[in-house]
Every structure is written in C-alpha cells, then in structure tokens.
C-alpha cells in the first residue's frame, strides 16, 4: 500500500513566505479543515498518511514536500534554499527514516527544495534559479546517479518552485499553465493547461489524479483525457504559493 508523508499546519501558517504573488490574509481555521480534506482524499483512495510533528515556529512547515526528495529506497534531505525553512527537515528527516529509507543531505553551500524536483521514471527534472542552486543539484545528481537517475536542470523564474509551473500525468506528459512555464521545450512531451492549478496533480493511482477546486476547465480537460479528477478546495494554501504536490511526500515503495 502506497503512503504519504505529511504535516499538520501549525498557527503561525498566515505568516508563510510569499514571494510572487501578493500577500493576501489566510483563514487560518479553513486552512486546517481543507488540510483534513486533503488527508481524507489521500486515505479514500488507498493512501495511508504518516504525519510528521507538527513545527509550530515554521509557519511553512506544512509544505512537507519541500524537506526532502525520495527515490527508489533513498531519501535525500534538502537544505532549503529560504533560511527560515531550514529547521523544518530534521523531523521530517526521522520520520522519513523510520520508514525504512536510507538518508542522505544537502550540505552547505548547496540548497535544494523539494518542490523543484519532478521525477518521470528515472528522469529527473530540477527547476533551476529560485531555491534550488548549482550546487543543490550537483548533490542531487550524485546522490542519485548510484541508483540510475538522470538529473536534468530546467530554468525556473517566474514561479516559486518547479513543481508551481509543471507536473506529469501519469503517461509522462508534462503539464504547465504556458505563461509561467519558462521553457516548454525543455521536456519531451508538454501539453498546456488553461489555469495555473490546472498544471498541478497528484497521481493517486488508476488515473486518478489529486487536484485543486482553483482549475475547474483542467478538470474537465483531464475528464476529456480520460483521467479522474479528484478535487480538493486548498485556497488557503495557495495563498501561500502552496499546491496539491507540496503538502505531501509520496511513498510509492
Ligand atoms: N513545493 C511547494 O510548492 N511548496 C510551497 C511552499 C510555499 C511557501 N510559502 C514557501 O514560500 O516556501
């Protein structure tokens, strides 16, 4: 049974960092009730969720994907590239261990977030000029080499993180919202998706994808796809330049 690394928000969430949008207040109440949701519709579709402790002093801390990369029984903890966020990989470090995953680190001066990892088979694409840097990547690429991974840099600029512009159905077709996307051709296949959160999914298995109630056309595209779109409101956290992708870690071993 697959499973999924999470982490409650804790009440210092509105303070989140923002850094190409505005900010704009978060409902701190609706934020919990919409995470629970989240979790819901992981554990309806055959998810079982292992929560990391929450961390009440990182109001990100609820962003658990950017703590670390996981590939085949490896997990790679990151070392953000926002200095606030660093704290927030250690617990996420021992729960991911005590999964059974081997662990590795981003060290100094390295900074990778986990956000701008997207793996399709053993490619794997990072998102080049936010959080992520040269060096942040070169680690990767030898973190991950040993185990047949391709790590391949793609520019990121006018999003937060790789996996704000572009995710991959399950056939391996990457999907973006072409505006924010800074080079479409940088992937072999690219379809573009009429709304921003349309280019975010979570593959649940059985063509079911995880997605935001902010994308209603890409849901309808992704029906016309013969995909199931599986809708979850997460205003609160996109108010935070958060997506379905980033408040989970899947497990797939
Ligand atoms: N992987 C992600 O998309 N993470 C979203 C992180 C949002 C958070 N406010 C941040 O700026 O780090």
Redesign the pocket.
């Known amino acids: 049974m697959p499973s999924a690394i999470v982490r409650r928000p804790g009440p210092r969430l509105a303070e ?4 190409h949008i505005e900010r704009t207040p978060v409902d701190a109440a609706l934020a919990v009730r919409q995470w629970q949701q989240y979790v819901d519709a992981l554990e309806a579709h055959g998810w079982t969720t292992i929560e990391v402790p929450a961390i009440d002093e990182c ?2 801390g609820v ?1 658990v ?2 703590t670390m990369v996981v590939y085949g029984d490896l997990a790679v903890i990151a070392r ?1 590239g ?1 200095n606030e ?1 660093r704290p927030e990989a250690a617990e996420a470090e021992r729960t991911v261990a005590a999964q059974g995953y081997r662990v590795t680190h981003i060290t100094e001066p390295g900074t990778l ?4 990892i997207l793996k399709i088979g053993s490619t794997v694409y990072v998102g080049q000029g936010g ?1 992520t840097n040269d060096e942040g990547i070169r680690q990767l690429r030898e973190a991950l080499a040993p185990l047949g991974a391709e790590v391949r840099a793609v520019p990121v600029r006018k999003v ?2 790789l ?2 512009a572009v995710t991959a159905l399950p056939d391996g077709t990457v999907i973006g919202y072409e505006p924010l996307v800074d080079d479409p051709q940088a992937f072999e296949s690219f379809r573009p998706m009429p709304e921003e959160a349309g280019s975010h999914v979570v593959l649940l298995g059985e063509g079911r994808l995880l997605m935001a109630a902010s994308a209603p056309e890409s849901a309808k595209l992704f029906e016309q796809l013969g995909y199931q779109p599986v809708v979850v409101d997460i205003s609160e ?1 996109e108010k ?4 379905v ?2 408040l989970s870690v899947r497990l797939r071993r």
């Not at 977030?113 to 701008?116: A, E, F, L, S, T």
């Not at 935070?240 to 997506?243: A, D, R, V, Y």
Request: hydrophobic fraction near 25%; glycine fraction near 14%.
């Open positions: 989140g960092l923002v850094t109001p990100d962003f994907e950017d953000s926002a966020r977030d986990g956000g701008d959080r937060l993180h996996k704000s956290f935070l330049e958060g997506c992708t980033c």
